[in-house]
């Protein structure tokens, strides 16, 4: 081991591993390895990303594992019954966060028309496609207020989000397949 | 060295490159790349290397220990079995028996070319 290095290894290469890491468990998570090999293996890419980093630099240690998903795919451990609460759960919040976001741009756009309409103007609408979600904008010469309610257009792509990917009905496939087997 | 080492044979050979590196002592994965690139491999990447070693495990090849680092999170520590050592013998035949063959033949053709 490289000693001189190893004390050098800073924060942002530190925070690169673990984020490796965690890139690493969400494509297991994927492939559907269960929980406790998909530790060992990464509290194994961890250390060895480490080593490397130490001798060589974080950027090619990274560049010497190459892409985490076609690294996750190689590992044959599989159990096809689990449900993946985990990437489900962080698949449903970057879906409310997209949606959040959408919704957003869309009352900007929305915003900008009334202002464009010019002189004192107040409009109110609901935003479609973004079922359940309503503007409101006040723009006169001196003031523009606008509020928005979201309604359940992000809660909704979270939830087809976190089905799609966790499939959670796997619980009583796995439940009745238990019972059957007693 | 393996610059002109077709992947697809590189990836064949890796096993028995496996055993033979870990023959001599017990390594982790970082360090078991490292001494292929010495041995002249150098175009064998981590990313083909560490699932090797998963799947020789997975085959009682190979059996492992975590030992703690002062630098980061314990290393896994690989070491070969004693039906790593059979399998590594086997391996180790077939190959010369391969090679042979395949120069035999190398040689054969030649002559008859040079006929």
Known sequence: MNKAR???????????????GCRYDFWLDLRDVPGKERRALRHELKANLTAAAEDDGIGQALSGVGSLRDLAGEYEVRDASRVRWGSG????VLAAACGIAIVLIAAFFYGQGVVASGGDASAASTLWPFWGTEIEVNTSSESFTSSIQFGPFPLLLAVVAFLGVARPWRLLKRQSSDRSMH | MDEVLDPQLLKGILPILLLTVLRESEEYGYAIVKKLHDLGFTSLKEGTVYPALTRLEAKRF??????KSTSGPARKYYSLTDVGLGELQKASESWAMLTAKVDHALRATAGEESA
């Open chain 1, 6 to 20: 190893a004390e050098q290894l800073g924060h942002q290469e530190r925070w690169r591993i673990w984020w490796a």
């Open chain 2, 62 to 67: 190979l059996s492992s220990r975590l030992a």
């Open chain 1, 89 to 92: 759960l962080a698949c449903a």
